[in-house]
């Protein structure tokens, strides 16, 4: 008899932990799970289209979101698990996929109110620690309803008169319907990058010549999915002494007239608190022609390092038409190492990939990137598999480009980080790449 309590007693008590077997209740087991892995997107003001933040809110997608999560869609997560590991990694773990398909076979049961932990703190309208500086596009941009729009530029000047370190930035979509994407690049004083352009006003380049940014820095963007920056105590990005501010705005008509107004959030930190700096460097290839109707059309690119450093995230971006992505580091050593493999790109969660551990880079190290296209009819997302695809600007249009960051000394001058044929004699594929390419985002 006491045998047969003591196995009650511990089947009890697995049913009340809503282990399997026993009936898992959104205020014990669901909510922490949405907490962790969904709301930073679904609530108010998000990019996600409805907010997850009460049972009353998720109970009307219940059956949508154990679709959702058993079949992985979400949360996006795309990185190959057999190589490398991610500090960031959203993907849900096996145990939580199992409690909420098993919650909702059970009728999505709300539960005890007392077993509902406290809702998560949000800083209202940032994700990051409150900004010490926002910058804002100086005045709203009208969106037509319809037709092509190419990309606007406009010219915040900072007037800063000493060099400045940002550790965290973000960007705030004035209006997510009608904005595909935005970077904001620091342009350095002198610097001949869209040399025609004026504060207070929407500029589109005049001339091939306004369009290389080479000596422009990507600081900060926005696309589906990319986080904001923040950046571990000790790094930080650089905002030389009078440089500008570079909104690169791109509008996608979707039926409607609208406006959108920007903003960018910034933390600084005192250059004392700074031991390395984080760049944005790319390996890119501008001169690929994509044939139609090819399933699985192969494109390259290589970037290697003239001094050692760190790589602390991994960004691929391609358009419509990407189909996987690939970086191995190639070592003076002779050695191969796979950093991220992503099988099944997805232009609508563009996504950074944050190792768990900084890659060491020794100098002399190449990063080798291998992208495959589909261009046939197969592909769902493919806008037209009768053209022949050449790099471009626009959604339509495609991309090969394989972002890193790379953190090093903050006294190492960043032109050290090329090895010398990166910095000199590129081939005009490469040109482009680094004139037109953003992260993530186009």
């Known amino acids: 008899m006491a045998k047969m309590l003591l196995l009650f007693s511990f089947s009890a008590a697995m049913a009340l932990a809503g282990t399997p077997g ?3 209740t959104f205020n014990r087991d669901i909510a ?4 962790q892995h969904c709301q930073e997107c679904h609530r108010a003001g998000e990019i996600a289209p409805m907010s997850l933040m009460t049972y009353k809110e998720v109970r009307p997608y219940a059956a949508a979101i154990k679709e959702a999560v058993a079949l992985r869609k979400m949360p996006p997560w795309f990185a190959d698990p057999h190589y490398g590991h991610f500090a960031n990694d959203r993907g849900l773990p096996q145990a939580d996929i199992d409690t909420i398909v098993k919650w909702v076979k059970a009728g999505a049961p709300e539960g005890e109110a007392a077993d509902l932990p406290a809702p ?16 804002q596009m100086p005045a709203p941009f009208s969106v037509p309803a319809s037709g092509t729009i190419a ?17 965290m930035a973000e960007v705030r979509p004035g209006n997510r319907a009608v904005l595909h994407h935005v970077i904001a690049y620091v342009r350095p004083p002198g610097s001949k990058w869209l040399a025609g352009i004026k504060p207070g006003v929407a500029y589109v380049p005049q001339s091939k010549g306004e369009g290389d940014m080479r000596d422009a820095e990507f600081l900060v963007g926005y696309a589906p999915g990319l986080p904001p920056t923040e950046l571990p105590e000790g790094r930080a990005k650089l905002i030389r002494a009078g440089s500008d501010i570079i909104f690169e705005m791109h509008y996608t008509a979707n039926g409607h007239a609208a406006t959108d107004r920007t903003t960018i959030g910034l933390k600084t930190v005192d250059a004392s608190a700074v031991k390395e700096r984080v760049l944005t460097m790319l390996a890119a290839n501008g001169g690929f022609a994509i044939p139609p109707g090819d399933p699985n059309y192969k494109v390259e690119a290589d970037f290697r390092f003239g001094n050692d450093a760190r790589i602390v995230a991994l960004l691929p971006h391609m358009h419509l038409r990407g189909k996987d992505f690939e970086y191995v580091a190639k070592y003076p050593s002779g050695e191969t190492q796979t950093l ?3 099988p099944h ?17 020794p100098k002399g190290t190449t990063i080798h990137c291998t992208a495959h296209f589909d261009n046939s ?3 769902p997302y493919n806008p037209d598999p009768t053209k022949k695809i050449t790099w471009g600007q626009q959604s339509w249009d ?8 790379v953190a090093f000394d903050k006294n190492m001058s960043a032109d050290k980080l090329s090895a010398p044929e990166e910095k000199k004699g590129e081939e005009p594929a490469k040109s482009v790449a680094i004139s037109e390419a953003k992260p993530a985002l186009n």
Do not use: C
């Open 22 to 24: 026993g009936t898992a």
């Open 345 to 361: 790109y997805s232009f609508s969660w563009q996504l950074a990939y944050v190792p768990a551990g900084d890659i060491v880079v």
């Open 120 to 135: 998560r703190n949000f800083l209202e309208g940032w994700n990051i620690a409150k900004p010490d500086l926002v910058m």
């Open 151 to 167: 990309y606007q530029y406009y010219l915040v000047p900072t007037h800063f008169d000493r060099d400045t370190w940002v550790r």
């Open 32 to 35: 922490p799970i949405v907490q």
């Open 398 to 405: 495609e991309m090969m480009i394989g972002f890193f960051d």
């Open 377 to 379: 009819a197969n592909n």
């Open 340 to 342: 991220l493999k992503v």
